[in-house]
């Protein structure tokens, strides 16, 4: 018998139930339980980040199985495009693509909206470029970051990140179901990625700034390295953001 949604169905326990969908090759109703989970969490806090990095991987372990699943995976994907261009703007659609598309190795596809966003509606593009900096940095796009380039205002809320991030770590230290320390990677590499795009746009003046706020939050020899790289205008490698890797 075909799943059908009940009423009062808890998000986690139908996007649990797909995995054993998946696992016993009860591939439909697994699709069923992907696409109602993706609609159905939604907007809720505690699946923010779930939703469009966990989630969507095990979509694409089932589709690896079962075509439909593809089918659908890149339907939403285009759904999801029509969406933002009608309502232009509209942050949550914007990551949702890019999650999307990076899932499906087509970050091209999202860098190619980008810029369609920022020659149309610039001030649009302006709240969704940190989504799509490191896509447009692989694509060698230097020149189009630029105008996206508020180093001050980036640099206080990544110093606020920052501190913030070792303080958390800090309380949870003991805790070993915690996820590894993140906030000093996160850190370097957003301000060396920052310092090494102002150099490549010819902002040596801005960069170096960039890079003298950034040691009087944190100054080792490993730091002082990469920002050096970076005025050169290389880039610190790209995060490991395992979470997405996993399932490509």
């Known amino acids: ?21 998946s696992l016993e090759h009860r591939w439909e109703d697994a699709l069923r339980k992907f696409l109602w989970f993706h609609e159905a969490s939604r ?24 075509p439909a699943a593809m089918d659908a995976f890149i339907k939403l994907r285009d759904d999801t495009e029509k969406t933002y261009r009608a309502n232009s703007g509209d942050f949550e659609s914007f990551l949702e693509v890019s999650s999307l598309n990076r899932f499906l190795d087509n970050n091209r596809r999202t860098v190619d909206l ?4 920022s020659r149309d509606a610039p001030e649009n593009a302006m709240r969704i470029y ?16 630029a105008p996206f380039l508020e ?17 958390v770590e800090e309380e949870f230290e003991q805790d070993e179901s915690c996820s590894p320390k993140s906030a000093r ?15 490549l746009n010819t902002r040596r003046e801005e960069a170096e700034q960039v ?9 080792d020899n490993e730091f002082r390295i ?22 490509l």
């Not at 699946?47 to 979509?59: D, I, N, Q, T, V």
Request: charged share 25%; hydrophobic share 45%.
């Open 1 to 21: 018998m075909t799943w059908l949604p009940s009423d009062n169905l808890s998000p986690s326990d139908v996007l649990n139930s797909a995995l054993v969908d």
């Open 43 to 66: 907007g809720e806090p505690r699946m923010e980040g779930f939703r469009l990095s966990f989630a969507l991987g095990y979509w694409m372990d089932l589709a690896a199985q079962y």
């Open 114 to 117: 980008f810029m369609e966003i």
């Open 130 to 145: 940190h989504i799509v900096e490191e896509a447009l940095v692989a694509e060698g796009m230097y020149q189009e970051c």
């Open 151 to 167: 180093w001050k205002n980036r640099m206080e809320i990544s110093i606020s990140g920052y501190k913030i991030g070792l303080e």
């Open 185 to 199: 990677k996160h850190f370097q590499n957003n301000t060396a990625t920052l310092v090494a795009l102002l150099s």
């Open 211 to 219: 890079r003298e706020l950034s040691l009087a939050v944190l100054d």
């Open 226 to 247: 990469v920002l050096e790289r970076a005025l050169a205008g290389l880039f610190p490698e790209a995060e490991d953001d395992w979470s997405v890797r996993n399932h």
